[in-house]
């Protein structure tokens, strides 16, 4: 017990985010955030069109990217996802967690020259 019989309590420490956490929440909330919209494409349109995003976002130099695929059968989701897991290019990513993105947009870290 602390003083005035208040009882004190130990919080429990949380761990600071990385800056790869802080850099993909920031792509997630900036609206100038460099943005692919797979609306409209077909899986094949689409998987060419994330590969060319990555390659020319390294190129000029943009660390963080989003893509947006929609909710749809889950075709575009689970072939995003691939290819983020497997690109050299891509440092980190992960699906983004906002309510209103939840499912259908997937924030990316570009590696840095």
Not at 20 to 42: F, K, Q, R, W, Y
Not at 53 to 68: G, L
Not at 87 to 96: C, D, I, N, Y
């Amino acid at each position: 017990m602390g003083r005035r019989g208040i009882k004190t309590i130990e919080m429990p420490s949380v761990p600071e985010p990385s800056g790869a956490e802080v850099s993909l929440l920031a792509a997630e909330i900036n609206p100038d955030t460099e943005t692919l919209d797979l609306h409209g494409m077909d899986k094949i349109e689409a998987e060419h069109a994330v590969e060319l995003f990555i390659d020319r976002a390294f190129t000029a130099h943009t660390y963080a990217v989003r893509i947006v695929h929609g909710v749809g059968s889950g075709a575009l989701r689970d072939m995003v996802r691939r290819i983020l897991d497997k690109h050299p290019l891509v440092e980190k990513w992960r699906p983004a967690p906002q309510p209103y993105t939840a499912g259908t947009v997937h924030v990316a870290l570009v590696k840095r020259k």
